[in-house]
């Protein structure tokens, strides 16, 4: 049986909003991002989608934006679902990371971070145990751009260059799930109500 699985990014940020490099570190909800998360809600209410179970990372911004789309819903926080970690480049000025995606893979290790394939593991693993649950057909969960999108290369069934790295706070990855095979259905920017991957696509 195909079930279905909604991955979220969290809402905006006081270190989003003035371009600090956030990772395994935290930082408060904005009001937009209260509002952003407040869109989300709205949108799985008009959608009319219901949720037999709600995950979200351990980070307050992304239990405080599921508390939001929920209305204070019970639901279990995971570290499998929590941002890739950067190191002593925590809480800096964005543009002083390297760019380039190659940067990512092990580039921080050597500053105490993360790799993108260790994300990528703990990312694939958490998400499978959740719908691995018979029980689990419809499910919630709250996480980050960077976990997000090192997942998504893990499914992704096109040209990895056309691989979106950036999202826009409370974007919505809906994904199916059947015979243990995660699959990008839509991805969708709750604040406009519109598709972000058809969009691209055009």
Not at 119 to 144: K, P, Y
Not at 155 to 165: F, S
Not at 191 to 198: E, N, V
């Amino acid at each position: 049986m195909k079930k279905k699985l909604f991955l979220m990014r969290h809402g905006e940020t006081l270190f989003n909003r003035l371009k600090k490099i956030q990772g395994a570190c935290d930082s408060p909800l904005t009001e937009k991002g209260i509002q952003q998360a407040k869109q989300a809600r709205d949108y799985f209410y008009e959608q009319a989608i219901h949720f037999d179970h709600l995950y979200s990372s351990t980070q307050e911004r992304a239990s405080d934006t599921l508390e939001i789309v929920t209305d204070g819903r019970p639901y279990r926080r995971l570290k499998e679902l929590k941002e890739m970690g950067f190191g002593s480049y925590e809480g800096e000025q964005q543009f002083l990371q390297p760019v380039g995606q190659e940067y990512f893979d092990s580039f921080y290790l050597q500053f105490g971070g993360e790799s993108m394939s260790k994300v990528q593991e703990r990312m694939t693993t958490g998400l499978h145990r959740i719908m691995a649950q018979e029980d689990h057909q419809n499910v919630l969960a709250v996480s980050h751009n960077g976990a997000c999108v090192s997942f998504l290369q893990t499914i992704w069934e096109g040209d990895e260059n056309e691989l979106v790295r950036t999202f826009p706070n409370c974007a919505i990855f809906d994904l199916s799930y059947e015979n243990q095979r995660f699959k990008l259905e839509d991805i969708i920017d709750p604040a406009i109500k519109q598709s972000i991957l058809k969009k691209h696509a055009q």
